[in-house]
């Protein structure tokens, strides 16, 4: 997912001792059909196959790369064997160039050879075979700093980031939300200062980095050597190159070092030590197909009068590629695959017709749903909905890791509140039992929000989600907890089930005045 800034959640508690008749708690026959979701979904899940496929067999999900290519190719042959109709990847775009790694080394040679934990950055140029060459030192904290090194770096291996600060951890990095932290989060904040003042730090930040970049390619430098954040040998990296040549600036090989090494490196170099470097980059683009696509598929409705309304799930199948895209977010699209399977499999009736969206495009700014929600609901911009806007229910996410389900974020519907209430109860000794009025920003389902569409993203255990895992290399299968994986399926599917055979849709917020275009930051 596109990282999140988690604002404080104010939990909204809803009383069940009078609710109105629409809000009461699953009646027999829901009860009945959850058991059957249950049963499916605990003793015969295949979550843990389809998520080993995604991320074992496929690999990284890179957007426009190979393997998300192959792996949609899969998912689309899997969704056909469930008997799901209407199975089809759906272009939109342009999107710009595909890229891929396909083969990479780094290591110090000398004064005392080791190896690096070290990748690549997306959408950089390779070193067109092994390069030896001497590291160098460059600090550049600021625009002024540049001109220090004009005229020196040619040909080598240049770091120009501070020297990285690694805290000791005295708490666990993985996390499960305790009964007294959701009580603490009861309470709704009054609303403070929006966050234009980091966005204009972040913009600030990523003017610098533009210019450095132009300066170091300008040097002929042999590639930009950067520190990851974190620590324990993990290396966060995402892209560091552009996807259209023709308008993005030319990018250096640009390499993301974990940050013991950089630190390593960098105080050898203070002291004066000369070390030498040698890497070995093999990065591939393609330029065949600037557009990607979404991954659909549906299950009809058995009501005559209400088959025309859509109840979506939906995940983004794209990750980065330092790991395997497991935790993001493999887990959602795995979790929404065996939720649509779940339901097919069980047989039970939906009046309404659900629908699987599987996005790409998410790590770059929720592209894919933003594209799918303007071709067949609404543009932001201009806010004028189309007939199917008007028969889109609800659509509910899963983007926030493997931890289990907790909750849901209503991003403001108070409406909707005894309703997920009620839901809720079956669930309550799963550990599902937390509403909160606030929004969660960074995924998916704001895409359905931006156009008046309910959209929703449950709560999750944050487990190392932040910590270790959110596009780090360490984003792989054995971060998975298969539990809470069956869990979230089994809920999905029920919240899933019971919109669609609700007799009324889910209510709506007023629909959002347009939204002009905001520029990049």
């Given at each position: 997912m596109v990282r999140k800034y988690a604002s404080a959640l104010a939990v909204f508690v809803v009383s069940l001792m009078v609710l109105p008749l629409a809000a009461q708690a699953p009646g027999q026959s829901e009860l009945s059909a959850i058991h059957q979701i249950k049963d499916e979904g605990f003793n015969d899940s295949k979550v843990m196959e389809i998520m080993s496929y995604l991320t074992d067999v496929y690999g990284p999900r890179l957007t426009n790369s190979p393997d998300i290519k192959e792996a949609a190719n899969w998912t689309t042959g899997k969704m056909k064997e469930w008997q799901l109709a209407n199975v089809h990847l759906e272009p939109w775009g342009p999107f710009g160039r595909g890229w891929s790694n396909e083969r990479f080394s780094a290591q110090v040679i000398s004064p005392r050879p080791f190896p690096l934990i070290a990748y690549p950055k997306a959408w950089t140029p390779g070193t067109n075979g092994p390069v030896t060459a001497a590291a160098v030192l460059a600090p550049i904290l600021k625009e002024e700093d540049i001109a220090k090194y004009r005229g020196q770096l040619k040909g080598k291996f240049v770091l120009t980031a501070a020297f990285p600060e690694n805290p000791e951890r005295f708490e666990p990095q993985a996390h499960r939300y305790t009964d007294s932290e959701l009580a603490e989060l009861a309470t709704q904040p009054v609303p403070v200062a929006n966050a234009e003042d980091r966005t204009a730090q972040f913009r600030a930040q990523r003017e610098l980095s533009l210019k450095i970049q132009k300066f170091l390619v300008d040097?002929?430098?042999?590639?930009?050597?950067?520190?990851?954040?974190?620590?324990?040998?993990?290396?966060?990296?995402?892209?560091?190159?552009?996807?259209?040549?023709?308008?993005?600036?030319?990018?250096?090989?640009?390499?993301?070092?974990?940050?013991?090494?950089?630190?390593?490196?960098?105080?050898?170099?203070?002291?004066?030590?000369?070390?030498?470097?040698?890497?070995d980059i093999e990065n591939k683009?393609?330029?065949?197909?600037?557009?990607?696509?979404?991954?659909?598929?549906?299950?009809?409705?058995?009501?005559?009068?209400?088959?025309?309304?859509?109840?979506m799930l939906g995940a983004h199948f794209d990750s980065w590629h330092g790991g395997t895209g497991a935790t993001d977010n493999g887990a959602g699209s795995a979790v929404m695959l065996e939720a649509i399977r779940i339901l097919k499999t069980t047989g039970l009736k939906m009046r309404r017709t659900v629908r699987i969206g599987l996005w790409t495009g998410e790590e770059q700014g929720l592209l894919g749903s933003r594209a799918y929600v303007k071709q067949h609901f609404a543009d932001p911009e201009v806010m004028k909905p189309s007939p199917e806007h008007a028969k889109l229910d609800a659509y509910y996410n899963v983007d926030n890791g493997t931890g289990k389900i907790r909750g849901v974020y209503l991003q403001g519907n108070e409406m909707v509140a005894p309703i997920f209430s009620a839901w809720m109860e079956p669930f309550h000794d799963l550990g599902m039992n937390t509403l909160t009025i606030r929004n969660t920003g960074g995924t998916d389902h704001l895409a359905f929000n931006a156009v008046g569409l309910p959209g929703f993203q449950f709560i999750q255990d944050p487990l190392d989600y932040d910590s270790r895992t959110h596009h780090s290399n360490m984003d792989v299968y054995e971060r998975i907890q298969e539990p809470d994986m069956k869990q979230m399926a089994v809920i999905v599917a029920s919240f899933v089930y019971l919109t669609a055979n609700r007799d009324e849709m889910i209510p709506r917020k007023p629909l959002p005045k347009p939204q002009p275009a905001r520029p990049q930051p």
């Open positions: 040097e002929g430098v042999a590639a930009w050597i950067e520190p990851s954040r974190s620590d324990d040998g993990t290396v966060f990296v995402q892209q560091g190159g552009g996807r259209d040549k023709e308008k993005d600036p030319p990018a250096p090989p640009r390499v993301a070092v974990a940050s013991e090494n950089y630190g390593r490196i960098y105080r050898m170099l203070d002291k004066k030590v000369p070390v030498t470097l040698q890497l683009f393609y330029d065949d197909d600037l557009n990607s696509f979404n991954i659909i598929g549906e299950i009809t409705g058995t009501d005559k009068a209400k088959a025309d309304e859509v109840v």
